[in-house]
């Protein structure tokens, strides 16, 4: 660290490629370190894989704040450098929410679609609307979220992953980053290159459970690639933007839940200019909506030592 209290580049990049590394290689300390038995179900499996990437996330948080210059001891002021507020907590789940909705304008279309047409098959089956077929309904919708909720795939895609990943790629990353002298737009690119290349296990994993050709599985991987890419970028944009981690966290947690983008439908075109509409509606909102003044009371004279709230090319110290 240099002695005007900010990290070298150096630094930061190693900590940033230490932590990426970490967070893949503990998944498989259970059994290649620890040396623990096979697990005896795959929930056992995935609740292992669960805890070390909770362990990952936390030692990921303490090397973060050692290495970063926090002129602090206040609890509020340390996890702050991490995105973890509670001020304008509203902000930063609803607006980053609507943004995201509107690159899924064509999937949501299509599912209103298709929900009208399951719903006309029902009541013309079932004869008119009653009071009975809503109570169908609404039991159906319950056991639905039963089902969902006790799914242990379902814990780690709307949980677990989209928690430990942000916590580790954006909160811990970024803030490295800034503090190393990276320019803001220079972070979008670089942290969404440790997240995809953190997937690459998924590379073997696939390779060896599937039985893919192997220019299938090049292929299948590189689609998975790019798409973090392009949503790490994303999430890193929102949380220097938003200096809030639920920015990010909340459009994890829709993406995954979405999945890509529908673009087009062979059965219907509207599906296609829904998308188009949403993806121009999605870029001319993309600052206003993500408008440092909407997520700080104050921007001028900014606390944040990163410089995140203001979206400035320069890095400060906190005055604090």
């Known amino acids: 660290m240099e002695e005007d209290g900010i990290v070298s580049k150096a630094v930061a990049l190693i900590a940033c490629i230490a932590m990426a590394l970490f967070y893949v290689a ?42 970063l210059p926090v002129q602090t001891k206040e609890l509020r ?4 450098v991490f995105g973890i507020r509670k001020d304008h907590i509203w902000q930063a789940v609803v607006l980053p929410l609507c943004l995201t909705s509107l690159m899924y304008a064509g999937s949501i279309f299509l599912k209103c679609v298709l929900l ?20 169908c309904a609404l039991q159906q919708f319950l056991d639905w979220l039963s089902a969902m ?24 990353m970024i803030p490295l980053l800034l503090c190393g002298g990276f320019k ?13 290349l953190a997937h690459l296990n998924h590379f073997v994993e696939i390779y060896s459970k599937q039985n893919y050709r192997f220019m299938k599985l090049v292929m ?5 690639l790019g798409y973090t890419v392009v949503f790490g970028s994303y999430a890193s944009f929102l949380f220097i933007r938003t200096g809030h981690l639920v920015a990010p966290l909340v459009a994890h947690i829709y993406c995954n839940f979405m999945g890509l983008p529908v673009l087009y439908s062979q059965r219907n075109g509207i599906i296609s200019v829904t998308f188009i509409i949403g993806f121009l509606g ?39």
């Not at 002021?77 to 702050?80: E, L």
């Not at 719903?119 to 004869?127: L, M, N, P």
């Not at 299948?220 to 998975?224: C, W």
Request: a positive charge.
């Open 116 to 135: 009208l047409a399951s719903w006309r098959q029902h009541t013309s089956s079932a004869g008119a609307l009653s009071f009975d077929s809503c109570k």
């Open 282 to 320: 999605f870029l001319w909102l993309l600052f206003p909506l993500t408008g440092p003044d909407l997520y700080n009371d104050r921007i001028d004279n900014c606390s944040c030592w990163q410089g995140y709230c203001t979206w400035r090319e320069t890095i400060r110290m906190p005055q604090m």
């Open 184 to 196: 803001t737009y220079s972070v979008t690119l670089i942290c969404p290159i440790f997240f995809s």
């Open 220 to 224: 299948v991987t590189g689609l998975q």
């Open 26 to 67: 503990i998944l498989y300390a259970p059994t290649v370190l620890l040396r623990l038995p096979p697990p005896s179900s795959f929930q056992t499996y995935m609740v292992r894989r669960f805890l070390c990437a909770v362990v990952s996330s936390i030692l990921s948080l303490f090397l973060s704040a050692f290495i």
């Open 149 to 172: 909720s006790s799914n242990i795939l379902v814990w780690r895609n709307y949980v677990v992953a989209p928690l430990t990943e942000e916590l580790v790629f954006r909160a811990c």
């Open 77 to 80: 002021h340390i996890v702050g």
